[in-house]
Each structure stands twice: as C-alpha cells, then as structure tokens.
C-alpha cells in the first residue's frame, strides 16, 4: 500500500488538496451535498471566518504515493477552553479513506499539535465549534446530508474509535412531515399560549436582518447556556452567519416570539438547499460559464424538505406555550409555501424535554457523536 506521510499544509498546493480531498472521496455518494469550493476558501481563511478571532487552527494533509488520502485540523478554541475545560482540544474538517492507518497517523497529528500546546484531550470533531457541523454520522447513512449538518461514510466511526477515541456525546436529528393540520396538542398549547396578555409571533424585517439575527443570538445563547460544550456566539459570527444566510432563508419561516415588547423566542427555518448544492456539484462556474449557478437555481425551485436550524426560548419565558406558538405557525406557512418534510436538530442527547417535544412531531433518523481521547 506505501508509506503514509501526514505535512502541514504550509503552501497552495498543500491547501488546494486540503479542499479537493472531500471532492475525491465522496464525489460518487449520492447522498453528499458538495459544498461550494468557494465557501470553502472562505471559511478557511481567518480574514473571514470569525473563529479565529478566539481560535487557532493548524491543518494537515496525509499522502501516500504522493496522493492526498486523508486530511484533519487541529484546534484550540480559547472561548471552550474558559468556559468549561481549559484542557481541551479539537479537531475537525476530518476526511479519509478507509484505512485504519491514514486515520490513526491524522489523529496522532493532530493530538501532537495540541498536546504541544498544553492540551491533555482531544474532542471532535468539530467545524470549528459546535454551532457549526459536528460529530460523525453514526447512524443515519441511508438518509440525504441536509443543510448545514456533517456527513461522512459508514466506516468512519470504526477508524475513530480503532485509533482508540471514544464516545464523548451523541446528537440527534429527527425528520417529519409537514402535514395541513398540526396535531391536536399542538394546537391546544398554541391557543393557550396566544390567549396570554402581550404574547405574539412575527416573522423577522428583512430590512434589518443583520439587527434581526442579533436578536435570535441573544436569544440563542441564553436558551443554550449551560448545555454541554456550548460557547456564545459573538457579534463577528452573527455577521458572518447573515451574509452566509440571507440568499438562502425564507422570511416567512424565520420567527420571533414577543411577550410584550421583549423577544422571548426564536425559530430559525432554512430550506434543505443540498438539492441546490448537489446540482452544482460544488462549483459556481465551468469553462468561465456560470453553469453551476444555474443548475442551483433550478434544483431549488424543486425543495421540498426544510432544516429547522435553531430554536429556542429564553429561559425566564418558559413554560408559556412560546414553542408551540412558533411550531404551529411555522408548520402552517411551511406546507402553504410547498415544503412537505422536515428536520430538526441536532439536538443533545440529554436534553430530554426537547428530546420528547422532538419525539412528538418526528421520528428520530439521525446520530452524531462527538469523540475524546486523552493525549
């Protein structure tokens, strides 16, 4: 088979094969939705992605006959590290053939690059924290990637774990349809919940939507603090989140929940643009043609299945029906605009009262798990 080499990725071509690796591996799998090489660049470059504001990467390629086979970064995000476990690590953007050595010899990389930073643990993965795509699908393979989640084959798990990481945490999606009439529960929590002095939902003003996604951070952090791993997210990371959001959203299904004149709840709903993604099988242009963009265009006009991608209620106004004020209205605009499925989460595996609202309006089809290992 070779030797295996794992370098840094210190020049061009070492980041155009970082990149281009995901493409050669999964380009075959229907199920995969490829990214926009564009976006990619983007992400990675710390000019841009807000990470590297409160976080450091370092990322590696593995060869084997001169041909790229795997690929890891290592991370340290300081903002983790002082708010739950000054010892941590991360890696993450992890993509490999199926071989247990390659797997092995990016881990250990990637362990020895934090290690040598004072890191007694490595967690992962992690794209860079966990409000972006995290853990490995190990469960789920015969389902579509949807918008904004991870992916990866079914052998994964088994070289992570074969490289001696264990489970850290599981995550849960769960799907469903979008029916004309919500269930009855649904509805009696709703009406309860509308009938209370000051309480009402709105969809956002597109007109301020940088101010609007402000709102549902506030709202966002303070319905998710204190759960596993969490880290707030900053003003930098809302902005780059807006520009990555506005050509995609419907503001018809992006909702606010008012008692009084505080926002109190928040439901962010992005259509499943993986249709889109997948038809333009990563690239914007061909041939100095813009033959991609137009293939996403079409495909879009074909979604059907959207991602619930955030939700929540400040903790001070549970317990008022907010949720199911925002699900019901949320569902009914969802099924008049044409969408006929869903999914929600990934939601923590311990977090039960989502776990049994989740249970209610689906079927859980999906589980990611984020990994550890001492270093």
């Given at each position: 088979?070779g030797?295996?080499?794992v370098?840094?990725?210190?020049?061009?071509?070492?980041?155009?094969?970082?990149?281009?690796l995901?493409?050669?591996?999964?380009g075959?799998?229907?199920?995969?939705?490829?990214?926009?090489?564009?976006?990619?660049?983007?992400?990675?470059?710390?000019?841009?992605?807000?990470f590297?504001?409160?976080?450091?990467?370092?990322?590696?390629?593995?060869?084997?006959?001169?041909?790229?086979?795997?690929?890891?970064?290592?991370l340290?995000?300081?903002?983790?590290?002082?708010?739950?476990?000054p010892?941590?690590?991360?890696?993450?953007?992890?993509?490999?053939?199926?071989?247990?050595?390659?797997?092995?010899r990016?881990?250990?990389?990637?362990?020895?690059?934090?290690r040598?930073?004072?890191?007694?643990?490595?967690?992962?993965?992690?794209?860079?924290?966990?409000?972006?795509?995290?853990?490995?699908?190990?469960?789920?393979f015969?389902r579509?990637?949807?918008?904004?989640?991870?992916y990866?084959?079914?052998?994964?798990?088994?070289?992570?774990?074969?490289a001696?990481?264990t489970?850290?945490?599981?995550?849960y999606?769960?799907h469903?349809?979008?029916?004309?009439?919500?269930?009855?529960?649904?509805?009696?929590?709703?009406?309860?919940?509308?009938?209370r002095?000051?309480?009402?939902?709105?969809?956002?003003?597109?007109?301020?939507?940088?101010?609007?996604?402000?709102?549902?951070?506030?709202?966002?952090?303070?319905?998710w603090?204190?759960?596993?791993?969490?880290?707030?997210?900053?003003?930098r990371?809302?902005?780059y989140?807006?520009?990555?959001?506005?050509?995609?959203?419907?503001?018809?299904l992006?909702?606010?929940?008012?008692?009084?004149d505080?926002?109190?709840?928040?439901e962010?709903?992005?259509?499943?643009?993986?249709?889109a993604?997948?038809?333009?099988g990563?690239?914007?242009?061909?041939?100095?043609?813009?033959?991609?963009?137009?293939?996403?265009?079409?495909?879009?006009?074909?979604?059907?299945?959207?991602?619930?991608?955030?939700?929540?209620?400040?903790?001070?106004?549970?317990?008022?029906?907010?949720?199911?004020?925002?699900?019901?209205k949320?569902?009914?605009?969802?099924?008049?605009?044409?969408?006929?499925?869903?999914?929600?989460?990934?939601?923590?595996?311990?977090?039960?009262?989502i776990?049994?609202?989740?249970?209610?309006?689906?079927?859980?089809?999906?589980?990611?798990r984020?990994?550890?290992?001492?270093?």
């Open positions: 088979m030797a295996v080499h370098t840094l990725v210190r020049d061009r071509a070492g980041r155009s094969d970082f990149l281009r995901p493409y050669r591996l999964h075959g799998d229907a199920l995969w939705a490829p990214p926009l090489l564009r976006e990619r660049r983007r992400f990675l470059d710390p000019a841009v992605n807000p590297f504001e409160f976080g450091e990467a370092e990322l590696f390629v593995a060869y084997r006959g001169g041909r790229p086979v795997g690929r890891i970064a290592a340290v995000n300081h903002r983790h590290n002082e708010l739950h476990d010892g941590a690590g991360f890696f993450g953007l992890f993509d490999v053939v199926d071989d247990v050595k390659v797997a092995q990016l881990l250990d990389a990637a362990a020895g690059w934090l040598d930073r004072g890191k007694g643990a490595m967690l992962g993965p992690t794209n860079f924290t966990v409000n972006h795509e995290s853990g490995v699908l190990v469960d789920g015969d579509p990637q949807c918008f904004l989640t991870p990866n084959p079914r052998y994964y798990p088994a070289l992570v774990e074969a001696g990481l489970k850290a945490m599981d995550f999606t769960w469903g349809p979008v029916l004309p009439e919500i269930p009855a529960s649904m509805v009696r929590a709703a009406e309860w919940a509308a009938r002095s000051g309480v009402r939902v709105r969809t956002v003003r597109m007109g301020d939507f940088a101010a609007e996604l402000r709102l549902f951070r506030d709202i966002y952090n303070a319905a603090s204190g759960n596993w791993g969490f880290t707030p997210m900053t003003d990371q809302v902005a989140l807006t520009r990555e959001l506005r050509s995609v959203v419907r503001p018809e992006l909702l606010v929940a008012e008692v009084g505080e926002p109190a709840g928040m962010l709903v992005v259509p499943d643009i993986c249709v993604l997948r038809a333009a990563g690239r914007l242009t061909r041939w100095g043609l813009p033959v991609g963009l137009l293939r996403m265009r079409q495909a879009a006009r074909r979604i059907t299945h959207f991602r619930v991608l955030a939700a929540g209620v400040r903790p001070e106004h549970r317990r008022l029906g907010l949720d199911a004020l925002m699900y019901a949320m569902m009914r605009t969802a099924y008049r605009l044409g969408f006929r499925t869903f999914e929600m989460g990934p939601t923590l595996e311990n977090n039960q009262p776990i049994r609202v989740a249970a209610r309006l689906g079927t859980r089809t999906k589980t990611y984020i990994y550890h290992r001492r270093i």
